[in-house]
T-cell receptor
Framework: QTVVTQEPSLTVSPGGTVTLTCASS?????????PNWFQQKPGQAPRALIF???HKHSWTPARFSGSLLGGKAALTLSGVQPEDEADYYC?????????FGGGTKLTVL | QVQLVQSGAEVKRPGASVMVSCKAS????????LNWVRQAPGQGLEWMAW????????AYAQKFQGRVTVTRNTSINTAYMEVSDLRSEDTAVYYC???????WGQGTLITVSS
């Protein structure tokens, strides 16, 4: 049973920078895991932000970026806005299956 | 515009089955994979299943093997997910999402309660 681990919660000040990470119980996350990142606000369906490690959707704000960092997938928010307060989930692909991380609750304070 | 419209909320008894539908519009249904994801109340996202609507190839998360079935009717651009032997822990919002997860259905709340 593969487990994908994210920080349960993070707090950042408006205008600051924060990095969320996504680790795999099977070892280092690589581009072959095609990391995806999603944002979810209360009462809403998730919204895709990043696909295949670092590619942005047309609606993804420029302040969001994806990368691989120290064997993990990473989502960096630079110049955080109050509206970025949300839950963030990563998704990793493993052969024929996919696993979501447990999510990170980001507080902007 | 691309839309995925899901069937409405349902209440089911333990042991029953439920089928959730996901009608696609605004794109060619058979050219994108479809995923099913659920979210229990106050919990995170959980990937359940994947389907290629063209080939009908499917893949399931191990915990749902044998209890979840995904199908489609290409003539009406609709995908279906059936969950059998429902348990209270299956109470969740169920989502369909187009392959790249760029478009999501609105979610279907399934409540399992005696």
């Amino acid at each position: 049973q593969t487990v994908v681990t994210q920080e349960p919660s993070l707090t950042v000040s408006p205008g600051g920078t924060v990095t969320l990470t996504c680790a795999s119980s099977t070892g280092a996350v690589t581009r072959n895991n095609y990391p995806n990142w999603f944002q979810q606000k209360p009462g809403q369906a998730p919204r895709a932000l990043i696909f295949t490690t670092s590619h942005k959707h047309s609606w993804t704000p420029a302040r969001f970026s994806g990368s691989l960092l120290g064997g993990k997938a990473a989502l960096t928010l630079s110049g955080v806005q109050p509206e970025d307060e949300a839950d963030y989930y990563c998704l990793l692909y493993y052969g024929g299956g996919q696993v979501f991380g447990g999510g990170t609750k980001l507080t902007v304070l | 515009q691309v839309q995925l419209v899901q069937s409405g909320a349902e209440v089911k008894r333990p042991g029953a089955s439920v089928m959730v539908s996901c009608k696609a519009s605004g794109y060619t249904f058979t050219t994108y994979d479809l995923n099913w994801v659920r979210q229990a109340p106050g919990q995170g996202l959980e990937w359940m299943a994947w389907m290629n609507p063209n080939s009908h190839n499917t893949a399931y998360a191990q915990k749902f093997q044998g209890r979840v079935t995904v199908t489609r009717n290409t003539s009406i651009n609709t995908a279906y997910m059936e969950v059998s032997d429902l348990r209270s822990e299956d109470t969740a919002v169920y989502y369909c999402a187009r392959g790249p997860y760029d478009y999501w259905g609105q979610g279907t709340l399934i409540t399992v309660s005696s």
